[in-house]
């Protein structure tokens, strides 16, 4: 079987190089050090003294967006090599490893953001003690895949820093045995992803009209795939012109044709959905629910205008503005259920803190440094002459 890691039908991949620390690195830099600060109010006052969370909002952004978005942007990982590896569609190969460093980070930033959200944190450890296990949880069985996915996606990394340190042998016989790994990668991500559509299920009532059916479980899955490729989309256009890189349109475009068709997808299961329960009526009232169902559903229809035709799909503006709608989208939708369409009654209300902002800031900012920094220093793009600055 072909390494996951390796194409040796295609161009080698390199570092980019260049310098690590600008401007821009530094900016970051503040960002994370603000989110340490908070974090160590968090860590030694509390939830109540850092979040606005409470009885009634067990929960807030670093769920909804850290975790329940955060994760969707990185199933382009699974996404690209579903297409690779299991559909043996080689001509991928390029963009497979900016995905699976997109999907890495987008998962350690989800697994962390779980930890910073539990109230009793010393006792994590119970979600992997058997007799602690609340196996008939759909949040028992999110946190599980999301930590046995990330410990996937790390094994999967290896072979590109091993290449780096010129460890041939051990990078050889871990090739052998990948193979094991690729399957779960593509599996893990299904079973979480829909079982976060689950959890709002269970929620009955306390979910907006607009937003509560028993299709959420497929709307999250579908939605998460359509979400990592546009971002895959995204991080391929921005690389492209920040490291003064040749863009890989043709690849680029059919993951957007695909991207599209699960738009459609999309917006007919939901909106139908919405039609068959008698619950349309209710995006027409004036609320909060309302009219994120509206923003959404325009935003998931964007980019099936813009990418249409073929021809569209090869133009790098187009893909971007298609991309980040396809991505805004998805996350819209899920704050929307998450938080907005969420109400477990009067007298109960959540916004985030300051606090809670600016540990989701860090948190974003942590992997778009670790990000830059990984396409420098490691074989992430394919080698090109212009990459070299």
């Known amino acids: 079987m072909t390494s996951l890691t390796s194409a040796p039908h295609h161009e080698e991949a390199a570092p980019v190089g260049g310098r690590l620390w600008t401007p821009f690195a530094g900016a970051l830099v503040a960002l994370i050090a603000v989110m340490v600060a908070v974090l160590f109010v968090r860590f030694a006052h509390g939830l109540a003294a850092s979040t606005n969370m409470s009885d009634g909002y067990p929960w ?3 769920i909804a967006f850290d975790v329940v978005v955060g994760s969707a942007l990185g199933a382009g990982g699974f996404a690209v090599a579903f297409l690779t590896y299991i559909l043996n569609r080689g001509e991928y190969h390029p963009i497979f490893r900016p995905a699976l460093l997109a999907a890495l980070f987008g998962y350690v930033q989800a697994s962390i953001s779980v930890f910073f959200d539990i109230g009793r944190y010393w006792e994590f450890w119970h979600l992997f003690a ?13 946190a599980v895949c999301i930590a046995a996915y990330t410990l996937v996606l790390f094994i999967e990394f290896l072979p590109i820093v091993m290449e780096r340190m010129g460890w041939e042998s051990p990078r050889r016989k871990l090739n052998r045995v990948l193979f ?8 893990l991500p299904t079973m979480h992803q829909s079982s976060l559509g689950t959890v709002l299920v269970v929620f009955g009532p306390q979910v907006h009209p607009l937003y509560q059916t028993n299709f959420l479980p497929f709307l999250f899955l579908i939605s998460c795939i359509g979400m990592g490729m546009a971002a ?3 991080e391929g256009t921005t690389s492209s012109l920040a490291f003064r890189r040749p ?12 991207g599209i068709v699960l738009s459609a997808i999309f917006l007919v299961v939901r909106i ?4 068959v329960r008698g619950a349309l009526p209710t995006a027409f009232e004036p609320t909060w629910p309302a ?3 509206w923003i959404e559903n325009l935003l998931f229809a964007i980019p099936i205008v813009l990418l249409f035709s073929a021809q569209a799909r090869l133009r790098a503006q187009r893909l971007f503005l298609g991309g980040v709608s396809l991505a805004v989208a998805g996350i819209i939708y899920r704050l929307a259920a998450y938080l907005i369409a969420y109400n477990t009654g009067a007298g109960w209300h959540y916004f985030p803190s300051m606090g809670e902002l600016m540990v989701t800031l ?4 942590f992997e778009i440094l670790a990000i830059t920094f990984a396409i420098r220093l490691l074989p992430i793009l394919p080698k090109h002459k212009e990459a070299h600055q």
């Open 362 to 365: 860090g948190l974003v900012a």
């Open 272 to 275: 139908g959905d919405v039609i």
């Open 291 to 293: 009219l994120f169902f």
């Open 60 to 62: 807030g952004i670093w």
């Open 130 to 142: 058997p007799k602690y296990a609340q196996v008939n949880s759909a949040l028992f069985e999110v």
């Open 247 to 258: 863009l890989e349109r043709v690849l680029l475009g059919k993951l957007m044709r695909v």
């Open 180 to 187: 094991i790994f690729i399957a779960l990668g593509v599996l």
């Open 232 to 234: 895959v989309v995204v």
